[in-house]
C-alpha cells in the first residue's frame, strides 16, 4: 500500500504510516518465526503465527476502510473511535465500549 494521502487529511496520513509500520513488524515477526523451522506440533509457536497472520488480516481491512471513508469509526456503534485507542492499535475496528461488550 501507499503512504498517498491528499495534505487535506494528515490524519490518514499518519494512520496509514502507524498501519504500515504494524504491518512490516507483523510479517519480520512470521519471517522469523518461520526461519526457527519450528513444527505446527509447536503449539505455542504455532498460536502465535495464527495471531501475527490474524493482525494482518486486520491491518489490511484498516487500509480498506482508509479507502472506503469508514476508518476512525466504531463498525459496532459508529461513534467515532478516539484517537488515542487509533494510536495505540491502528488497525481496531470497535471503540473500548464495543470492544468490551464483543469479549
Not at 14 to 30: C, D, G, N, Y
Not at 82 to 103: D, G, K
Amino acid at each position: 500500500m501507499a503512504l498517498d494521502v491528499p495534505r487535506t487529511e494528515p490524519h490518514l496520513f499518519e494512520a496509514r504510516r502507524r498501519l504500515e509500520h504494524a504491518r512490516s513488524t507483523r510479517l519480520a515477526q512470521l519471517q522469523a518465526l518461520d526461519e526457527t523451522g519450528y513444527t505446527s506440533e509447536d503449539y505455542l509457536l504455532s498460536e502465535q503465527k495464527t495471531a501475527m497472520e490474524r493482525t494482518l488480516k486486520e491491518i489490511d481491512k484498516a487500509f480498506t476502510r482508509i479507502e472506503n471513508g469508514t476508518y476512525g469509526t466504531c463498525l459496532d456503534c459508529a461513534r467515532p473511535i478516539p484517537a488515542e485507542r487509533l494510536e495505540i492499535l491502528p488497525y481496531t475496528r470497535l471503540c473500548v465500549a464495543c470492544q468490551r461488550r464483543a469479549t
